[in-house]
Structures are given as structure tokens and as C-alpha cells.
T-cell receptor
Framework: KAGVTQTPRYLIKTRGQQVTLSCSPISGHRSVSWYQQTPGQGLQFLFEYFSETQRNKGNFPGRFSGRQFSNSRSEMNVSTLELGDSALYLC?????????????FGEGSRLTVL | TQLLEQSPQFLSIQEGENLTVYCNSSSVFSSLQWYRQEPGEGPVLLVTVVTGGEVKKLKRLTFQFGDARKDSSLHITAAQPGDTGLYLCAGLLYNQGGKLIFGQGTELSVKP
């Protein structure tokens, strides 16, 4: 069974640009959540989608957005990039709709903002 | 302020030693998970504890959920170099499905 796939794995952007990250969950998983991981803050919750609906959102500015498609694939977008947005962005899918906290993570997309 | 305090942040030990990692909060969690993350990879789920006072064993790893569901510990017996990695505790608050609160992580290094 294929795992969670995230693309791209690495990317470099400059301040002010925007970026779109993609996530394909494990087949059959309808819940997809996104986390930002930095050395200083650790893993922080961005948002969670279930059946194309955003069910939960973390404390991030409106520059961070996401969506989920009918096939459960998800994308997140960050507009007007800032240096502090440099991080590993992790996508995770869940077979239980996230109700038990058991998540299956992808390898992440490492974003560097210059 | 970190909702889930994890300690210690860094741990360097010799092969064969025992260790314990702690995760504490003032909040009550419906469940708590422990993950392990290696460089360049995403976190991998080790265990989920759901019931207050629950103890789960996974080979040399023992996980405990506090009676009040506010804290947890991970104990590794006879650590091996293959145990090296970042250990993360994560809690799920009631009615917050899909939103895990992560601790800062414990960077464990086991030297041969």
C-alpha cells in the first residue's frame, strides 16, 4: 500500500512569492492534515480536511490556505512568503478521520525562503 | 507557551543504558501518541494510548498514560544505536479531531 506522497520534496523561493504544496494521502484515507515543523517551534498544526471540508484550523495567518479535492488529495498554499516561512511542511492522512490521533505522515516538503 | 511540555530535549547515552522521556500538560487529552522521526523523513507512529493509567509495551519500549490523562512517559530499556532519532509525543484534545498538539521532541542519540 503506497504511503503518503508529498511533492515537491524541496523548493527554494524568495520573499513575496507564493508556493503550492501537494499531498496524496494513503488510498482510502479521507482525512488530511498539514503541519509546519521548525527547529524553534516544533510541529505546529496548520489545518485539517475531511471530505473536502476544512474541519479545523491552527493559529496561522490567512496567507496559509489549503483545500482538498474529491479524490482526497490536498494542496496547501502560502502567499507572500516571508523568511520565517522556511520550514518542513508535513502532510498526514488518517484512516479514522483523525478521531484517534493516529496519523500517517509523508516525508515532507522542505521550503527555503531567501 | 507550549501546551505539551516534553523533556528532556536532548539525550545522549551509551548503548545498553535505560532512559525515560516525559510529556506533561495541564490539559486533558482524549488520546496521546508517540512518534519517532528520523532525519529527512516524516514522523512514524509508535503507539497510541487512550485509557488513563494505560501501559503499553512494544519490545524494549514501554509507554504509560497518566491516570488523569494529562501526562505520558516513554521508557526504553537497553537502548541500541538504532533507537537514535527524534521522539515526539502528541495529544488529541477532546472535540478537536484531526488536530494534534505536539511536544517539542526529544533528540535521542545512542552511542555504540
Amino acid at each position: 500500500k503506497a504511503g503518503v506522497t508529498q511533492t515537491p520534496r524541496y523548493l527554494i523561493k524568495t520573499r513575496g512569492q507564493q508556493v503550492t504544496l501537494s499531498c496524496s494521502p494513503i488510498s482510502g484515507h479521507r482525512s488530511v492534515s498539514w503541519y509546519q515543523q521548525t527547529p524553534g517551534q516544533g510541529l505546529q498544526f496548520l489545518f485539517e480536511y475531511f471530505s473536502e471540508t476544512q474541519r479545523n484550523k491552527g493559529n496561522f495567518p490567512g496567507r496559509f490556505s489549503g483545500r482538498q479535492f474529491s479524490n482526497s488529495r490536498s494542496e496547501m498554499n502560502v502567499s507572500t512568503l516571508e523568511l520565517g516561512d522556511s520550514a518542513l511542511y508535513l502532510c498526514a492522512s488518517s484512516p479514522t478521520g483523525g478521531s484517534t490521533g493516529e496519523l500517517f505522515f509523508g516525508e515532507g516538503s522542505r521550503l527555503t525562503v531567501l | 507557551t507550549q501546551l505539551l511540555e516534553q523533556s528532556p530535549q536532548f539525550l545522549s547515552i551509551q548503548e545498553g543504558e535505560n532512559l525515560t522521556v516525559y510529556c506533561n500538560s495541564s490539559s486533558v487529552f482524549s488520546s496521546l501518541q508517540w512518534y519517532r522521526q528520523e532525519p529527512g523523513e516524516g514522523p512514524v507512529l509508535l503507539v497510541t494510548v487512550v485509557t488513563g493509567g494505560e501501559v503499553k509495551k512494544l519490545k524494549r519500549l514501554t509507554f504509560q498514560f497518566g491516570d488523569a490523562r494529562k501526562d505520558s512517559s516513554l521508557h526504553i530499556t537497553a537502548a541500541q544505536p538504532g533507537d537514535t532519532g527524534l521522539y515526539l509525543c502528541a495529544g488529541l484534545l477532546y472535540n478537536q479531531g484531526g488536530k494534534l498538539i505536539f511536544g517539542q521532541g526529544t533528540e535521542l542519540s545512542v552511542k555504540p
